[in-house]
């Protein structure tokens, strides 16, 4: 009851502070909860990001962070395309693994969790005519991996796997839904998630074996799992990277 409590607390603060509008989308305390909320409205916007979290997300006190990151999306991507607008979506629409062993060495949260992001993606498709970007973090990028490797694929327009352990797949040509050549991929160099042997989930995405777009992460010597939103738009060029996909700003991408 604590973890929702927090989790409503944190919503209500976003939609309360001032900045872009805030669109409550799904909540329910089923599982370990789930909220589902956009920064700026998906429907009138011209890009839209859906963001999945990994490991340790539920509805809860985090959920703040989640939501904040989606909200610096949403003003990189207006850094990077000033003409255009741009909605971000922090999908905790699932039960994510709580735990790193054996919560995020097993498949099946990323199983349950793919019908669900499926089915939002092809809402998604079916009542914006925006650039739709999937972008997973973490065990999220297992989740959109999963989902995509299925023959019902998923509806993107672009995928970007940051600091992903695998997605289920050895090749990005093997992810349906998304055009080929629009898979991206970041992990910063110290981050712990390197350690993750390939067998587990596939090759690492920033494996070159892979095939998807690598884009650069390192700014700064510290840079772990859960530094790619932090600093600003100009010193992180994560941000810049994930900032330039969501617009379709290709040639930026470092």
Same mark, same amino acid.
């Given at each position: 009851?604590?973890?929702?409590?927090?989790?409503?607390?944190?919503?209500?603060?976003?939609?309360?502070?001032?900045?872009?509008? $805030?669109?409550?989308? @799904?909540?329910?305390?089923?599982?370990?909860?789930?909220?589902?909320?956009?920064?700026?409205?998906?429907?009138? %916007?011209?890009?839209?990001?859906?963001?999945?979290?990994?490991?340790? %997300?539920?509805?809860?006190?985090?959920?703040?962070?989640?939501?904040?990151?989606?909200? @610096?999306?949403? !003003?990189?991507?207006?850094? %990077? !395309?000033?003409?255009? @607008?741009?909605?971000?979506?922090?999908?905790?629409?699932?039960?994510?693994?709580?735990?790193?062993?054996?919560?995020? =060495?097993?498949?099946?949260?990323?199983?349950?969790? %793919?019908? /669900?992001?499926? +089915?939002?993606?092809?809402?998604?498709? =079916?009542? *914006?005519?925006?650039?739709?970007?999937?972008?997973?973090?973490?065990?999220?990028?297992?989740?959109?991996?999963? *989902?995509?490797?299925? *023959?019902?694929?998923?509806?993107?327009?672009?995928? #970007?796997?940051?600091?992903?352990?695998? $997605?289920?797949?050895?090749?990005?040509?093997?992810?349906?839904? #998304?055009?080929?050549?629009?898979?991206?991929?970041?992990? !910063?160099?110290?981050?712990?998630? +390197?350690?993750?042997? /390939?067998?587990?989930?596939?090759?690492?995405?920033?494996?070159?074996?892979?095939?998807?777009?690598?884009?650069?992460?390192?700014?700064?010597?510290?840079?772990?799992?859960?530094?790619?939103?932090?600093?600003?738009?100009?010193?992180?060029? !994560?941000?810049?990277?994930?900032?330039?996909?969501?617009?379709? @700003?290709?040639?930026? #991408?470092?």
């Amino acid at each position: 009851m604590q973890d929702a409590l927090d989790g409503i607390k944190a919503i209500h603060d976003r939609i309360a502070a001032p900045g872009p509008a $805030v669109y409550l989308l @799904k909540f329910s305390t089923e599982g370990r909860g789930r909220a589902v909320v956009a920064i700026n409205n998906p429907d009138t %916007a011209d890009n839209v990001i859906t963001y999945v979290p990994g490991t340790f %997300a539920k509805l809860g006190e985090g959920t703040a962070t989640d939501i904040e990151r989606s909200h @610096k999306m949403v !003003a990189d991507a207006g850094l %990077a !395309a000033p003409s255009k @607008k741009t909605s971000s979506i922090t999908w905790e629409g699932y039960d994510a693994p709580q735990s790193l062993i054996p919560g995020a =060495a097993e498949s099946g949260f990323a199983d349950d969790a %793919a019908p /669900d992001l499926r +089915r939002f993606q092809t809402g998604l498709r =079916a009542s *914006t005519h925006a650039h739709l970007t999937v972008l997973g973090h973490s065990y999220g990028t297992t989740v959109v991996g999963f *989902t995509a490797r299925d *023959t019902a694929g998923i509806q993107a327009d672009d995928i #970007v796997f940051v600091a992903s352990p695998g $997605v289920g797949v050895a090749y990005a040509v093997q992810l349906n839904g #998304v055009p080929l050549g629009h898979v991206w991929a970041t992990t !910063a160099v110290f981050d712990i998630i +390197r350690i993750v042997p /390939d067998v587990r989930y596939g090759y690492s995405p920033v494996d070159p074996q892979f095939g998807a777009h690598q884009f650069t992460m390192d700014w700064n010597p510290l840079d772990g799992h859960t530094t790619y939103w932090d600093g600003t738009y100009d010193d992180n060029p !994560a941000r810049r990277g994930i900032a330039a996909i969501a617009t379709s @700003k290709y040639s930026s #991408v470092q």
